[in-house]
């Protein structure tokens, strides 16, 4: 939220003060600078690719819905049909639909890589995942190491084999959780969930510091009870 005085400059992402000169002169198409503050022409923002796993439903779908709404190329990843519960189907949002993708097996993944080719992404949006309740009189270790698999490692294994396409500029978002959280666990249980998205946060800052000079942003995201 843009701080008293302030406002944020969708055209160039940058935030600007008001009362100060920017420190750059506008380029070609930015918005033009009356005295001190910006007009309010804006310069409508440029078409994006965006991948989106674990799109046929809940937070996936809707973000599936509101990129294209926006006007960007949306590419809709999921493990099985692309027909959500209650039968609005990916395929009338006018996005591109890549099924039978299971981020947790890598021929999976491999399938995905070939499918997007030389692709150009813009924004890679890590949503696929899973939750099962396991408790100390209900353990269940299978269960543990499948969320392991899914929240885990495919988000790390899906962004790994896509690297060629995150060019500069690129955005990674990865879809944690508020159970994540070691000091914030009050409650126990749930351990394959806690366990798969506490090794999601430290996958990510390892991603943020391995990419950072790539120019690739990696976001770790906390979306709220849903």
Request: net charge positive; proline share 4%; hydrophobic share 40%.
């Amino acid at each position: 939220v843009p701080a008293p005085g302030a406002e944020y400059c969708h055209a160039v992402n940058v935030k600007v003060c008001f009362g100060h000169r920017p420190r750059v002169a506008p380029r070609a198409g930015w918005p033009q600078v009356v005295g001190h503050r910006y007009a309010t022409a804006r310069t409508e923002p440029m078409s994006q690719t965006i991948v989106i796993t674990g799109a046929n439903r809940g937070i996936g779908y809707d973000m599936a819905r509101l990129w294209k709404a926006r006007g960007n190329h949306v590419i809709a990843v999921c493990r099985s049909s692309a027909v959500k519960k209650g039968g609005e189907d990916l395929h009338d949002l006018g996005v591109r639909v890549i099924e039978g993708i299971d981020v947790s097996r890598a021929e999976d993944v491999q399938t995905l890589k070939q499918e997007l080719g030389d692709t150009r992404v813009d924004v890679l949006y890590n949503n696929a995942g899973m939750m099962e309740s396991e408790t100390l009189e209900d353990m269940n270790f299978e269960q543990i190491q499948k969320q392991f698999e899914v929240n885990t490692l495919g988000p790390l294994r899906v962004t790994h084999a896509l690297l060629d396409n995150l060019g500069d500029g690129a955005k990674v978002g990865l879809m944690t959780s508020r159970m994540g959280s070691i000091a914030d666990n009050d409650s126990g249980k749930k351990y394959g969930y806690r366990i798969s998205k506490a090794g999601l946060n430290a996958a990510g800052k390892s991603l943020a510091v391995d990419l950072k000079d790539k120019g690739i942003a990696v976001a770790i995201l906390h979306p709220g009870y849903v």
